[in-house]
């Protein structure tokens, strides 16, 4: 599966847009891309994913670059709720194997 | 459904004590995972399984053994534990491939060892 990179950490005010970048300069055709969120103490909560067309979910939104090599996830309306942990993945959709998760992003929702 | 459930919750080991970590899940899943998290790192992958009675190593299986005698549990055995497996376990499950292809998580096992 390809490598992502994420910013270790950001903030967003409360009520305000959360824009969440990731990097997969070596994705390859076949490659999804997922996004996961993990809130303190809990287990990874999935949040959407997308092969190369924009994709919407009562949660977020999901932006992929045309060249496919890195996407960014929107939160449209942050509250203090979202703040958590968020991973993006990159790995093949039928994929049964494992799956790696980097340290992600911290985001912090700032009343 | 109750979805992935782990047990038990929170656990406090002596080194070279042994104990079990028990998943579930009422999906119908083939797939099953174990992971491991450490204080401000993602999740590192122990084992996982493909189906009942099949199982296979991740990134940092040695110190754990697994077995998945029915498609439904997947359990996580520490046979002599050692302070550096202090940590948090997850277990998930999915299906095996398909458009939506998300892994479901439990809530995680808070283990110490002294």
């Known amino acids: 599966d390809a490598k992502t990179t994420q910013p270790p950490s950001m903030d967003c005010a409360e009520g305000r847009a959360a824009n969440l970048p990731c990097n997969h300069s070596?994705?390859?055709?076949?490659?999804?891309v997922y996004w996961y969120r993990q809130i303190h103490s809990q287990g990874p909560q999935y949040i959407i994913h997308?092969?190369?067309n924009n994709e919407t979910n009562e949660m977020a939104s999901l932006i992929i670059t045309e060249d496919r090599k890195s996407s960014t996830l929107i939160l449209p309306h942050a509250t203090l709720r979202d703040t958590a942990v968020y991973y993006c993945?990159?790995?093949?959709?039928?994929?049964?194997?494992?799956?790696?998760f980097g340290p992600g992003t911290s985001l912090s929702v700032i009343p | 459904n109750a979805g992935v459930t782990q047990t038990p919750k929170f656990r406090v080991l002596k080194t070279g004590q042994s104990m079990t970590l028990l998943c579930a899940q009422d999906?119908?899943?083939?797939?099953m995972y174990w992971y491991r998290q450490d204080p401000g790192m993602g999740l590192r992958l122990i084992h996982y399984?493909?189906?009942?009675?099949?199982?296979a190593k991740g990134e940092v299986p040695d110190g754990y053994n697994v077995s998945r005698l029915k498609k439904q549990n997947f359990l996580l055995g520490l046979e002599s534990a050692a302070p550096s497996q202090t940590s948090v376990y997850f277990c998930?499950?999915?299906?095996?491939?398909?458009?939506?292809?998300?892994?479901?998580f439990g809530p995680g096992t808070r283990l110490t060892v002294l």
């Open positions: 399984s493909v189906g009942e009675g099949t199982t």
């Open positions: 993945i990159v790995r093949e959709g039928t994929s049964y194997d494992k799956v790696i």
């Open positions: 999906m119908n899943h083939e797939y």
């Open positions: 997308g092969l190369k």
């Open positions: 070596t994705i390859s055709g076949n490659e999804y």
């Open positions: 998930a499950s999915k299906v095996p491939q398909g458009w939506n292809n998300e892994q479901f």
